[in-house]
């Protein structure tokens, strides 16, 4: 990482290149606080100026930004999302060759069970795909059975390790 960021822009894509590693940049308290008193001033517009500063980052080569003004990217991502949204209009999704949908709980991002809100996330081939079930919602019987043998089992099988393990 580079820092402070907006004088050290010149060595981010070098150092990427000489060692291969990923190099981000620092947007130190002086660069970030200059930007919040030109705004005071009304010499410059806030976001505008803080999102500029943050392309100059990337179109130096910094692969990520750590930043006192992270709080307003979310606002400002939503704000761009919202416009290409009015802009390029809702299409359906596709997902990419290989990936596999499941359908997991909204709440607690498990296996859902009987009553669970769900959404539908895609998973490729070697990720790890949530196998507990939802413990928040209270499902089935069957399903709580399930969920109470696999908690008996799991502490007799750390206790048993405790046991034998040393």
Sequence with gaps: MVKPGLTSLDLIRPINEQTGRQVGAYQVSGEYAGLVLLAEQDLIKF??????????????GAQYII?????????IWSE??????????AREFLPA??????????????????GCPTYTEYFK??????????????????????????GLLSGLGTKLKGIFGR
């Design 125 to 150: 081939d070697g990720d790890d795909i949530p196998s507990r079930l939802c413990p928040i919602h209270q499902g089935t019987v069957k399903q709580q059975i399930q969920r109470a043998v696999k």
């Design 97 to 114: 060759d290989g990936m596999r949908d499941v359908q997991l709980c909204q709440v607690s991002y498990l296996k859902p069970v009987e």
């Design 67 to 75: 930043t006192y003004g992270a709080r307003y990217a979310l606002p």
């Design 47 to 60: 976001e505008e100026a803080l999102m500029e500063t943050w392309h100059v980052f990337k179109r130096a």
């Design 80 to 89: 761009f999302i919202k416009a290409a949204a009015r802009t390029r209009g």
